[in-house]
């Protein structure tokens, strides 16, 4: 007789007492990871504008409404700057002085920008990496450095500009006694350091655009002048618009150029004829100790000047892309 033993299977172990918790404790770990780290990766740039973006800018339009100065002699004065700024004549021959150099570098920066833009974007152009790394290299260049070689290059008496222009029989220009002067050679200096730098963001734009487009406008006969007024102009449009504002922002906060190419000095000429608004804020802010506050309101001036005109060329652009 034989017999048959039957092996009855294993029994799992039961679960410890505190696995159902620790998992309920890893799934919240887990939901707040996903919800919560991507605010925890942003924080820092967030700490950093807070503490010298934000506040700063919270403390300048304080200040703006205080008869403020550096020796601690404060006293709110309410809007009694931003009126002073209406009738002061040296505020308005600055803003005059911004927008005349704004207009003189950037409407020809952009152009040219864009038309060697779309000539390294050209795919029969030999050698594209080193040209597109050879037009950037201005902006590398200190501005210190740019700001000296021009200044020798537009000096009155000895300068390489005037002595090319009296094989022309044009008298010698004193480039920094007169408003078109100065306003030509500044425009000339912000031209050659800034083309380069919205040349690649215009390229990275054009890149961007699909092969595809051309491609079938080429089959129906588009020539490439067509395919540029009727493709990559209007697929160009935010790029361009965003290259714009950075311009505008840029043009309106120029200090650097003028104070170099016055050899420090911060009114801009003997008759400010080519002071800017930003050194206009920094002669009444800093250099004359006593009116701090008045400089702050300068400040606020600028900024929402440069929102306005952000603004009307952010409507323009939109309207002449359609």
């Known amino acids: 007789m ?71 002699e404060n006293s709110f004065i309410g809007f009694d700057n931003y009126t002073r700024l209406i009738s002061d004549e040296y505020f308005w021959n ?34 594209k990496t080193f040209f597109r790394m050879a037009i950037f290299i201005p902006n590398v260049v200190s501005v210190a450095a740019v700001a000296i070689v021009f200044g020798m290059l537009y000096q009155r008496d000895f300068g390489l500009f005037n002595w090319l222009l009296s094989f022309a029989g044009v008298e010698a220009i004193d480039w920094n006694g007169e408003k078109w002067s100065s306003w030509t050679a500044l425009a000339t200096m ?14 990275a734009g054009m890149q961007a655009i699909p092969k595809d487009l051309y491609e079938a406008a080429a089959i129906d006969g588009a020539g490439q002048w067509r395919q540029f007024w009727q493709i990559t102009l209007p697929m160009l449009k935010p790029t361009f618009i965003f290259v714009v504002i950075l311009s505008t922002i840029g043009g309106m906060q120029l200090f650097t150029e003028p104070l170099l190419f016055a050899n420090g000095n911060i009114i801009g000429g003997d008759q400010r004829q080519f002071q800017t608004l930003a050194m206009y804020m920094y002669e009444m802010g800093i250099v004359n100790l006593n009116t701090a506050g008045y400089g702050a309101a300068v400040a606020w001036a600028i900024f929402m000047i440069i929102v306005l005109v952000s603004l009307i060329n952010f409507v323009l652009v939109r309207r002449t892309a359609k």
């Open 190 to 203: 912000v031209n050659w350091r800034w083309t380069g730098y919205n040349t690649l963001i215009l390229l």
């Open 2 to 72: 034989s017999l048959s033993a039957t092996t009855a299977p294993p029994s799992s172990a039961p679960p410890p007492p505190n696995a159902e918790p620790r998992r309920r404790r890893g799934h919240l770990l887990n939901r707040l990871d996903l919800k919560y780290s991507p605010y925890l990766y942003i924080a820092p740039f967030f700490l950093i504008f807070g503490v010298f973006g934000f506040y700063p800018m919270l403390r300048t339009a304080w200040m703006s409404l205080h008869d403020w100065d550096m020796i601690g």
């Open 94 to 127: 600055a803003l005059v002085n911004t927008f005349g150099i704004f207009a003189l570098s950037t409407i020809p920066q952009l152009l040219l920008a864009l038309f060697l833009a779309n000539l390294l974007n050209r795919t029969l152009l030999r050698a």
